[in-house]
């Protein structure tokens, strides 16, 4: 597995939960980090805390991945900045709503856009980057995308498209040495559903499921593989999931 000191990562959804920790946890090993989403006063906060902290740089670009001109904005600021990007994180994604018959419209576009969309675009866009590099992209998954379930059948349809995706693109730019790799968690105590009602943090105990710093320990494995190599996925269930299956 590589060494990620001096590497440049770019990570979606990073003010918060798995994003945030995994920006954390990749400038421990060295890595320099961009951090992106919508909450640029939260980026900025976290991007201090890790010059901070450890010997990495760190910037924050407010950015929406269902636009596509402010997926390119964020690329081209990074390599303005970087010069080169080593790790794309498409971490941004959501849930709301959650009964198919009573699901506003807005709910399910708001669910492909972010969820499919903002994959699409980021992935897109940096597949030049990592081919320079011979770079990783990891996609986050979600146990929803593996396992039919009642629960919110349009966000796990998402997780689907996700997981086919990823794997699929694998499949075609794997040989131009870019790694591509799937996180698939279950529950993780993060702000994830607030959107909706209770978050997850809110709905368990700490130690009842998965911590956020478990999914981004489960990122940097897959982000420090090196050629010939790569992880293909990565589940992370908390054990008793599958009792119901």
């Known amino acids: ?96 709503g959650d009964e198919v018959e009573e699901m506003k419209s807005e709910e399910f576009h708001k669910m492909m856009d972010v969820n499919c969309d903002g994959v699409f675009f980021t992935c897109r866009e940096a597949i030049a980057y990592l081919k320079e590099t011979e770079g990783n992209l990891i996609l986050l998954g979600s146990f929803a995308g593996q396992y039919p379930r009642p629960a919110n059948p349009v966000y796990a349809a998402t997780k689907w498209w996700v997981r086919g995706f990823g794997l699929s693109l694998s499949a075609q730019i794997g040989n131009e040495n870019v790694a591509v790799s799937i996180v698939n968690p279950t529950e993780v105590r993060t702000e994830f559903a607030a959107e909706s009602g209770s978050s997850f943090a809110e709905r368990f105990e700490e130690g009842e499921v998965t911590e956020p710093e478990d999914i981004a320990e489960a990122i940097v494995f897959a982000a420090r593989q090196q050629k010939p190599n790569t992880v293909n996925e990565i589940d992370m269930y908390r054990r008793d999931k599958m009792e119901d299956f």
Request: proline share 0%.
């Open 1 to 96: 597995m590589k060494d990620l000191s001096g590497k440049n990562a770019i990570i979606t959804g990073a003010s918060s939960g798995i994003g945030e920790q995994t920006a954390y946890k990749l400038a421990r090993q060295g890595a320099n980090i961009v951090l992106t989403s919508r909450s640029i006063q939260k980026l900025e906060e976290i991007a201090e805390n890790i010059e901070e902290k450890y010997d990495s740089e760190a910037i924050a670009i407010e950015t929406d991945v269902t636009r596509e001109e402010e997926i390119t904005r964020m690329f081209d600021k990074t390599k303005q900045e970087f010069g080169e990007v080593d790790i794309v994180v498409a971490n941004a994604g959501l849930a709301v």
